[in-house]
């Protein structure tokens, strides 16, 4: 831990061992941590539904709302470390290719100030 912020790493090794303490590790497979991901991503969708994006920039200089939207990330990152500690995934290592190739697929010369849609795509 450097500068009292955890690694990846080391919040993989504390949600193990939080799993581990209650016995849940039974509960704790690929699929059902992917679902469970996939719930905590409705709850965070959740608290921009039925907000216009201009209403959403005032929400967020609100420090419940914050709070509300940091926790429900929170709960989506939990979930996916722990896929990757099931799957003996490297986060850090995995978003760094995952990186590498946005780069080569998305060539700033291309892709400047244009959405990478799936219309876009086709260009
Ligand atoms: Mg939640």
Not at 30 to 37: D, E, G, I, K, T
Not at 107 to 114: A, D, I, S, T
């Amino acid at each position: 831990m450097s500068d009292g912020v955890p690694t990846l790493d080391e919040l993989i090794v504390l949600i193990r061992k939080f799993v581990q303490e209650r016995n849940w590790e039974q509960y704790n497979k690929p699929s059902a941590l992917a679902v469970s991901a996939s719930i905590e991503m409705g709850e965070l969708l959740e608290l921009f539904q039925w907000k216009s994006d201009e209403e959403i920039m005032e929400y967020l200089k609100d420090g419940a709302f914050k709070s509300a939207l940091a926790g429900e990330v929170a709960d989506v990152m939990i979930y996916l470390l722990r896929i990757c500690d099931k799957a003996d995934i490297e986060p850090t290592e995995a978003i760094v290719e995952k990186m590498k190739l946005n780069f080569e697929k998305y060539p700033v010369e291309k892709w400047e100030g244009k959405a990478p849609s799936k219309l876009n795509r086709s260009e």
